[in-house]
């Protein structure tokens, strides 16, 4: 049934407290549109019908006695397969993890569980995260859905097209350098990475802890603000998730009239920048004026450092927390003569290529003799990239820049590591510096005719800020929110 598609989680709650649908047609739905859609787009490793459909009986009952419903009351949900839920596989799209079934919940997925949501299923994604296109995944690429013949971007691909394409109306992703907001960006959805703590990460495979956050993908500002204030909270499981009692949806229709926007000049300077992305990104910043915001250059002097510091600490942070995969505590068997051999044998089987080489570089990186020269410096670059932010922010209430420095690229077309690594150039930053951020989708790209998204910035635990602005441009920019299939039918 294409219209539940497109209902908002607010729709959806409406309309199951005035008995419209039951929690048990929307969940029906939502499958037979899977049916109809994943084995052209492939978002989903796992369906999990059994949790979905216990989980709509509850609703149903609920509704049924008059009970009060939680804000994502029978809205259909993803989830990345990085994050643990009970009785489902969490592969990380690995062969590593390809038989581990989760004993417990992630605290993200209990949370949207608990308020309500229908967990449909898990989402494919780059192995253990590593990448920006998905196409590192063990159990193969997951297609755009607005071009089948492009990437949905990365790594939590499977999340951004499986909203993109009306299959969910909400999904949970990780972004340790970009990996919410560059898809949603490629798919043309909303995604948010929370100021780091905002959302627990207990659950959550972890990648580079430090700069992991989980956050939510939807088709509105509005949906993703009620799914971060269902997924939001201190969680004594995780000692970095902070309390926070903010209702992101609240200053939603203020409007930015006399709001300080901030624009950084060097970054539209980027090599690579697309004139597409750039075109779409200054149409915006007009339209930001024309509501009213006083749009003023700021300058971040160190956040050209922001790739090199992240490509050293992400790799350092991942082979500390891969170690874990050894064959005895988690992960693939192999046979080995000996324990040393079993190691080696195991990850050697487990392990993608992407996944090694990171493994390697955070290896080398942390050496004797070597981490003084790589790991040191960038963690100082850190403190500077955050300082820059810092004071930024005394400035401005809000930052934009692109989200990336290109539309969405064809499968093969970006096979060099470092081609890729620069598509997160605009990304990375905040996951450094802690702070929050939003794409937001503010057209299409005239040459590709694939979504170009904004990124949304605020002060670190403000996330309140780029809802705000995000909400206010949402309303003047008319970009589709479920794909428009390329050479296909609407
Ligand atoms: N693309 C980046 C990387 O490969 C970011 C990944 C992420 O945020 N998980 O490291």
Redesign the pocket.
Known sequence: MAEFTELSVADIRDGLKQGVFSARELTDAAYANIEKQDESIHAFLELTPELAYEQADKIDAAVAAGDELGVLAGVPCAFKDNMNEIGTHTTCASAMLEDYVSPFDATCVANAVNAGAIPLGKTNM?EF????STETSHFGKTMNPWDHERVPG??SGGSAAAVASGMATIALG??????IR?PASFCGVVGVKPTYGVVSRYGVVA?GSSLDQVGPFARSVRDAAETLNAIQGRDPLDCTSQESLVDFTANLGQGVKGMKIGRIPAFMEVEGLQPEVRETFDKALLKLEGLGADIVDIDLPHADAAISA?YVL?PCEAFSNLARFDSIRYGHHAHGANLEQRYEASRAEGFGREAKTRIMLGGYLLASGVYDKYYYPAQQVRTLITDDYRKAFEKVEAIVLPTSPRTAFKFGEVSDPTTM?L??IY??SI?IAGNGGMNLPIGLGAESGMPVGMQIVGPQFHDEAFFRVGAALEAVCDVPRIAVQKGGLA
């Open positions: 780059d995260a590593f990448g920006s990365g790594s990780s972004d340790t350098g970009g990996s560059q990648f992240y992400g690594h598509s997160d990304t990375v996951n």
